[in-house]
T-cell receptor, first 111, second 113 residues
């Protein structure tokens, strides 16, 4: 099974700062890649996904992620964060039947 | 509204008692999943079911049991054999098992005293 590493446990930013969250998975082959987000008090929900094609994918709320196959990475970015982006972010990798999640990164945006 | 309903939201139990967490979906999804979420460990798969009357163990199935008698329901029983049952439990579903796009419930927080 895949091992998914998220580099940061907790990130604190000011509004309008840029955000980048790192995600690496353990081995190659055909994988589907995801970022999920959990806003305070809400369900975990899909932020964006990559299956194939353009390695730069765009998701909801201005987020994007880049798949770099040679680095087994799928980093999440947002050029300018807002207070409402405060949440926990999970990277997930699917191969065969199983979806494996990283440990999560808590992002706190200060107004 | 379509979605996944988990109940109860909070549950307290004494050690040695079995506990059943409910998960119901009205999305007409074939696949359902149970995950356990612990701080700093992300989500770990307990059990999953691709179809009615069939289910498979995930990574941490010991001490848990499930059933899938109806498409819309996938209850999880935390048995007394689970050594560290206090956790946040998440139920999810997907159209098929192939996509990886999961829809999650709000979760159930179990505390064993």
């Amino acid at each position: 099974a895949q091992s998914v590493s998220q580099h940061n446990h907790h990130v604190i930013l000011s509004e309008a700062a840029s955000l980048e969250l790192g995600c690496n998975y353990s081995y190659g082959g055909t994988v589907n890649l995801f970022w999920y987000v959990q806003y305070p008090g809400q369900h975990l929900q899909l932020l964006l996904k990559y299956f194939s094609g353009d390695p730069l994918v765009k998701g909801i709320k201005g987020f994007e992620a880049e798949f770099i196959k040679s680095k087994f990475s799928f980093n999440l970015r947002k050029p300018s964060v807002q207070w409402s982006d405060t949440a926990e972010y999970f990277c997930a990798v699917k191969d065969d039947y199983k979806l494996s999640f990283g440990a999560g990164t808590t992002v706190t945006v200060r107004a | 509204d379509g979605g996944i309903t988990q109940s109860p939201k909070y549950l307290f139990r004494k050690e040695g008692q079995n506990v059943t967490l409910s998960c119901e979906q009205n999305l007409n999804h074939d696949a359902m999943y149970w995950y356990r979420q612990d701080p700093g460990q992300g989500l770990r798969l307990i059990y999953y079911s691709q179809i009615v009357n069939d289910f498979q163990k995930g990574d941490i199935a010991e001490g848990y049991s499930v059933s899938r008698e109806k498409k819309e329901s996938f209850p999880l029983t935390v048995t007394s054999a689970q050594k560290n049952p206090t956790a946040f439990y998440l139920c999810a579903s997907s159209i098929g098992q192939g996509t990886g796009e999961l829809f999650f419930g709000e979760g159930s927080r179990l505390t064993v005293l």
